[in-house]
C-alpha cells in the first residue's frame, strides 16, 4: 500500500515537472518582436527624445552608446502594438551617440532582438553674438551694456580686453534664441575696448568664442548741477521751480522720486553753461520728495545723474507765502527760461498719464546700481527719505572737523618726523664712536706686539759688534 502511494506520488510529480518545464519551453520558444524607432529628436540641444513602436505588453529598455539608461513610457492601448517614449534627462556631449532599444515581457520577462542602432547628433554649441556696444555706439558711461544673442538655454561667459569679467544667468526664450545683458562689475576707463563672449550650456559644453567687437568710452558727458528748489509768484506751492545749471543746448530729462516728470533743452549760452528752471508737469503731493536731472548733448551722449536735492511739499494751509514780483531778478530770469521749457513739456503729457518712465541701468550719487535691463519702479519713502537727509547732516558735521583734525595729524606726522630724524642721527654717530674706538684698539695691540720684536732683535746686534771687537783685539 505504501510503496504504491509512493509510486503515484512520483508520477504526480514527474508529469507536473514535465508540464512545468513544457510551459517555460513554450514561452521561451515564443518571439518578442522588437520595438520599431519612428523618430529621434532633440527637445533640447544636447537631449533625445526618442518615440516608437512596442508589442503590446511590453516595456522598452533604452540603452545609448551601449549602457542602459533607463525604461520609456509606454502608453496602453488596445491594440497589437503600444506607443512609447523616452526623454533623456541628462544632457549629452558634444558628437555622436548611439541609441538602441529593447523590447521585454511584462509577464515573462523575455527580451526581443535590439531595434536598429539610430545616430544622436550633438551639434556644437553655436557661438553667441554681440550686437552692442560697437564702434559707432557714443557714450561715456564706464560700465556699458554687453548686449547680444544666444542660444536658448545658455549662459554668457564675457571677456573684456582679453580678461575674463564676467557670466550672464541663463538666457531661455521659446524661439530658441535669447538674449542677454551684461554689466562690467569693475569700471572701464575712457578709450578703445574690445569685447568677446562665450556660451555654455547645463551639461559644460562650450561654444567657440564670439567674433571680437570693438567699442570705445568718451569721456563722461559733464552732469547738471542743481540747487534748492524755489517757489515764487509764477508757480504754486505744489509745483516749486527746479533750477540749476547744465551745459548749453543740451537735453535735460527731469526724474522726480525716481519717475521721468518731463525733458527740455537747455538754452544756449555763450559761456558754454546755460541755468535753468523746470516747472513739475503734475502737482506734487505733500511730503517730502527729492529730483535729479540728466542731461544728453547733440549726439546721443548721456550724462550720469546730478545730485540729488531734497525738498518738501507742505499742505496748502501751512504753506509759505509765494515770493512777489520785488524778489531778486534772478529768480525772475530762471522763471522767464522756464516758460518755453514749459510749452514743450506740455506736449508729452498724454504719454506721462498712461505710463511712468524710470531710469534704465543709472548710477546714482550714492553708488548705488540698478539692475541690469529695465528696472522696476521704485517708491522710495519718507522714512527712507529722512534717513538720507540726516546722513547728509551728519556728512556736513563731519566736514566741518576735518581741516582741524587734518592740521592736528599734519602737525603729529611732523614730530614724528622730527623724531624719527634724530633717532636715524644718533645711530649714525654711534657707529662712527664704534669704528673709531675698534681702530684705537687695533693700533694699540699691533704697538704692543712690535716692542717684544725689537728687544729681542738687539741684544742680537751686541753680540755682533762684541765679536767684531774681540778680533780686532786679537790681530792687534
Known sequence: MIRSIKTVCCAALFIFGALFCQINIASAS???????????????????????????????????NGVYEGLAEVNAENTETDNFYYKHNAALSEGTHRIMLVSRDRMSLVLSSPSQEIKFVVPALPAPTLIEPNINTITGKVKPLVKGLTKSGTFVRVYIDGIYNGKTDVAAHESGTANFAYKPFLNLAAGYHFAQAVSEDSSGGKSEKSEIINFKIEQPMPAPTLFASEVNSKTEHNRPFIVGLAKSSSDLKVFIDHKLDGKFKAENHKSGTASFAYKPFRALASGNHFVYVTATDSRGKESSWSNIVFFNVRPADQAAPALTEEQPKEIEIKAEAEIEAEAEIMDLSEDLEDQ?????????????????????QEEITDEDIKKIMEEDIVKEEDGKGSINESKQKQGGMSINLI?????????????????????????????????????????????????LFSDRERRH
Open 419 to 467: 623724531i624719527f630724524i634724530v633717532f636715524l642721527l644718533g645711530i649714525i654717530v654711534w657707529i662712527f664712536w664704534v669704528n673709531k674706538e675698534l681702530i684705537k684698539e687695533r693700533r694699540a695691540q699691533e704697538k704692543k706686539e712690535t716692542i717684544p720684536e725689537d728687544n729681542q732683535a738687539a741684544p742680537q746686534d751686541n753680540s755682533k759688534n762684541n765679536t
Open 356 to 376: 511712468e518712465v524710470v531710469v534704465q541701468g543709472q548710477e546714482d550719487a550714492f553708488g548705488a546700481v540698478e539692475e541690469n535691463g529695465i528696472a522696476e
Open 30 to 64: 515564443q518571439e518578442i518582436g522588437a520595438p520599431t524607432i519612428i523618430q529621434v529628436s532633440h527637445y533640447e540641444l544636447s537631449k533625445p527624445l526618442i518615440t516608437g513602436l512596442t508589442p503590446a505588453g511590453t516595456e522598452i529598455l533604452v540603452y545609448i
